[in-house]
């Protein structure tokens, strides 16, 4: 149905794409848009790359009317996504606070918008894969050179990022949150657990290539950054990063353990002893880390523990449909269930999050969603013969784990910066072709 209202009017308005040099290149200036989200999210605020967001889907809705042969097609892992969005609008429709939900609502749309505007670029600009994926991994490796750097000029922190009290002076870490806005060390380590698989990514994409002098600069990079995100004290990013490269050795063991086991051996067990190594060897790493196990001995652990029991209480007070999407949606009726001097944004989970805020089942479809789309990811790379798109689907894959990985214990998930990042991951998953051959 939809594709036959989009044949009538690409027939109606052909005379105005055959005369217009604009509709004829937009495919380029989409593509601009598309690196300007990731580019500007560096350094801009959230309004600003929403509203780039929006101008690009603008463009792809003027694409897809006026452009011949243009066709909207779903995946069935995309389904889910709708049934989500659907969900999302009903819960608020009954929202008790609706202005406030609505402005929640609009991030969520931009941010789908944005998801829709690039799987449908690369639906037909399949070989632009590896070039959003460098423009990704060149944006992380960035703030990754400046949250090195930021490192030796120990910069104070801006507000409590650390209990220190039960700390000696040398077990205090000095955390880095680069030029995100805004500036906080867990959005800048969400930012790089996304990031960080594209770039690791373009490293083995042009080492296939033989491009060996990129590939060594991808890898140098990768380096960087992992030592930045080491630098940013962001526990949850910790987790994100022991997934993402468990699941990194996996893939690679596809192509290593029959003809270099050795070799492969080696190499994790270096990455392991190399980690150990530094977490033994720095007082404030270690404390970092060991404050992880530490429960509610860690104040830090102890207020997300509060917020956690009074956002389920929330979530069974609204489970059918939630309160509404959105955090000044949350803070207002956080505010009549939680305990006192336990202030909180979010709930710090995302899952707890998106069923407090949309109920029961918008968590079903959304955990529907990632679970299927991560299955067709992992049958393709399990499948395929194709190297190089295994190393982009990879690089989807492992970048949507992290996040989520992530996600189990912070809600910077939700800021700009890695939402158009993931998006545009499960985007690539959505554009390479993941069936195979009977």
Not at 188 to 206: C, D, H, R, S, W
Not at 278 to 303: G, T, W
Request: aromatic residues 16%.
């Amino acid at each position: 149905m939809f594709n036959s209202i989009l044949k009538f009017t690409q027939e109606k308005l052909n005379f105005l794409y055959e005369n217009s040099l604009f509709l004829q290149h937009i495919d380029k200036v989409i593509l601009l848009f598309i690196c300007a989200v990731f580019l500007t999210s560096t350094f801009m605020t959230s309004d600003s790359i929403g509203f780039l967001a929006l101008v690009t889907l603008f463009l792809t809705v003027v694409k897809i009317l006026t452009m011949p042969g243009q066709r909207l097609s779903a995946n069935r892992f995309e389904t889910w996504l709708v049934a989500y969005f659907m969900i999302v609008i009903i819960s608020l429709a009954g929202s008790t606070l609706f202005m406030y939900s609505l402005k929640g609502f609009f991030k969520t749309f931009t941010y789908l918008g944005f998801y829709f505007s690039i799987a449908q670029y690369l639906k037909y600009n399949r070989d632009k894969i590896p070039f959003i994926i460098g423009v990704i991994g060149l944006c992380a490796g960035f703030e990754g050179i400046v949250g090195f750097l930021q490192n030796f000029a120990r910069p104070e922190a801006i507000s409590t990022w650390q209990d220190t009290s039960s700390l000696n002076p040398e077990q205090v870490m000095t955390r880095i949150y680069g030029s995100l806005k805004p500036y906080n060390p867990n959005l800048l380590g969400g930012y790089f657990v996304a990031g960080l698989p594209a770039i690791f990514a373009m490293g083995a994409y042009t080492f296939v290539k033989k491009a060996y002098n990129a590939a060594i600069l991808w890898i140098i990079l990768a380096l960087i950054t992992t030592i930045a995100l080491v630098s940013t004290g962001c526990r949850g990013s910790y987790l994100a990063l022991i997934a993402m490269f468990g699941l990194m050795f996996l893939i690679s063991a596809k192509f290593l353990w029959k003809t270099y086991k050795k070799i492969y051996l080696t190499i994790v067990g270096g990455v392991i002893a190399l980690g150990t190594c530094a977490v033994l060897a720095s007082a404030s790493l270690r404390a970092r880390v060991l404050s992880i196990f530490a429960m509610r001995s860690d104040s830090s652990n102890s207020f997300r523990f509060n917020v956690y029991q009074s956002s389920l209480q929330m979530f069974k007070d609204n489970y059918l449909l939630g309160i509404g999407v959105g955090n000044q949606n949350f803070r207002e009726i956080y505010g009549l269930y939680m305990k006192t001097g336990f202030d909180a944004l979010s709930t710090y989970n995302i899952y707890l999050e998106v069923a407090v805020e949309s109920g029961i089942f918008a968590l079903i479809a959304f955990l529907g969603f990632l679970l299927d789309a991560l299955y067709n990811a992992f049958k393709f790379i399990l499948k395929s013969t194709d190297t190089q798109k295994i190393i982009l689907i990879s690089a989807a894959a492992i970048s949507i784990i992290g996040v989520m990985v992530h996600g189990m214990v912070d809600t910077v998930f939700f800021r700009p910066q890695i939402q158009f990042i993931f998006w545009s991951m499960i985007a690539v998953i959505t554009a390479v072709e993941l069936q195979m051959p009977e």
